[in-house]
């Protein structure tokens, strides 16, 4: 029964053209964790925009992204990305991974992507033509950008039930707008982080969370780091993650 299922995981799988392998030290065959790495798009300068997945066959019900960071110089959501890629998965997770949806940023330490755009005001809901020639900029029209584009049709495509996205530096989860209080308070008294409301200073444009939640079955939600996290703060959210994503 346990080989049957792991064989047509594996088909399943492999019809995707993704890689499948078990985790080193899993458990009963049932219980094996599966990966795949998956590119969903590419950047502006041709970089891979990489989704991983990990999730269990026959045994998921609770899917969650997570968004390691959409400003290239706010990394520490990476370090929470990496740490989730081998951390034990509760039995009831479907996760996904991606480390960054601004490669060319990031490896850049700016902002924004490499024609200058701001990923998070280019989103189209709300979307509002503004901050040319600053780190703000929302691009020359909604969905203008090839990062953008992927993540809508990652997210269309998916439907995760739950998303969080890191930023920095703000140190607080974001109720503005929220889809779901009950997501924001619970990962809030998790992560050991305040609840505030990140406005935009009056109101935002063209955010990838507001597209989200207006947009989609889903809920998501703004997780701002402090400037300097330290590696206990890191672990401590990627416990959480795990813990809200499969209980909440």
Known sequence: ??????????????????????????APAEAAVSTAKVV?????????????????????????????????????????????????????????????????????????NAHGVDLNRNFPRRWMYAGAGTSNYSGPSAASEPETRALLRFVKDKHPRTTIVFHQPLHGVDSYRAKSMSLVRAL????????????????????????????????????????????AKISHVAWAVLRVGSTS
């Open 1 to 26: 029964m346990a080989g049957g299922r792991r064989t047509a995981g594996a088909v399943a799988l492999a019809m995707t053209g993704a890689l499948l392998w078990v985790l080193p030290g899993a």
């Open 40 to 112: 969903i798009g590419h950047s502006v300068d041709g970089r891979p925009i990489v989704a991983y997945h990990r999730w269990r066959p026959g045994l998921w019900t609770k899917k969650v992204l997570v968004i390691g960071n959409m400003h290239g110089n706010e990394k520490a959501g990476l370090r929470v990305v990496r740490q989730l890629r081998t951390r034990t998965l509760p039995t009831n997770l479907n996760l996904w991974l991606i480390p960054s949806a601004n490669p060319d940023g990031t490896a850049a330490d700016r902002r924004t």
């Open 188 to 231: 809030a008294d998790a992560m050991n982080l305040p609840i505030k409301s990140f406005d935009c200073d009056g109101g935002c444009h063209g955010t990838f969370t507001d597209w989200h939640n207006d947009r989609t079955p889903g809920r998501a939600v703004t997780v701002e780091f402090g400037a300097s996290p330290s590696d």
